[in-house]
């Protein structure tokens, strides 16, 4: 599958009082490396937009494996594992220096049309073709 990488150093705003990333920042890093893999598929926010289409988060799981902390580089990899009826995809964060896996997580993306905010059992044809060139 299609998949892209990006490079955080944890600052002391991701922490909780406890002195680990706070648990509401994992989503802002996923987003990160999500973004990263839609921009690698010429299909970033920009032309999700003009598409005509929303794809909603309607589900997000996480696995905390063990406590990212301050200072720490993080390298956060999105995974495209499903395309056609629903976006699906798989997240690894990792220690930049170690390779220790530190997260595991999914989200669940469904397709909008937004002119009618209908759910679209289908992934648009503009973004289906973009994947299968990559793959």
Same mark, same amino acid.
């Given at each position: 599958?299609?998949?892209?990488?990006?490079?955080?150093?944890?600052?002391?705003?991701?922490?909780?009082?406890?002195?680990?990333?706070?648990?509401?920042?994992?989503?802002?890093?996923?987003?990160?490396?999500?973004?990263?893999?839609?921009?690698? $598929?010429?299909?970033? !926010?920009?032309?999700?937009?003009?598409? =005509?289409? *929303?794809?909603p988060i309607v589900d997000m799981r996480i696995k905390y494996v063990r406590p990212i902390d301050f200072s720490r580089t993080i390298t956060v990899t999105a995974t495209l594992v499903e395309y056609e009826n629903r $976006?699906?995809?798989? !997240?690894?964060?990792?220690?930049?220096? =170690?390779? *220790?896996?530190?997260?595991?997580?999914?989200?669940?993306?469904?397709?909008?049309?937004?002119?009618?905010?209908?759910?679209?059992?289908?992934?648009?044809?503009?973004?289906?073709?973009?994947?299968?060139?990559?793959?």
């Amino acid at each position: 599958m299609i998949s892209a990488n990006v490079v955080i150093k944890v600052q002391f705003y991701d922490l909780d009082p406890m002195g680990v990333v706070w648990h509401g920042n994992y989503a802002r890093f996923l987003e990160q490396a999500r973004s990263a893999l839609f921009e690698k $598929l010429s299909f970033g !926010y920009r032309e999700m937009s003009e598409s =005509g289409f *929303a794809w909603p988060i309607v589900d997000m799981r996480i696995k905390y494996v063990r406590p990212i902390d301050f200072s720490r580089t993080i390298t956060v990899t999105a995974t495209l594992v499903e395309y056609e009826n629903r $976006l699906k995809v798989n !997240y690894i964060i990792t220690d930049a220096d =170690g390779g *220790a896996i530190l997260t595991r997580a999914h989200t669940i993306q469904v397709t909008v049309d937004r002119a009618s905010n209908e759910l679209c059992f289908e992934t648009p044809a503009a973004l289906v073709e973009k994947v299968r060139r990559w793959l």
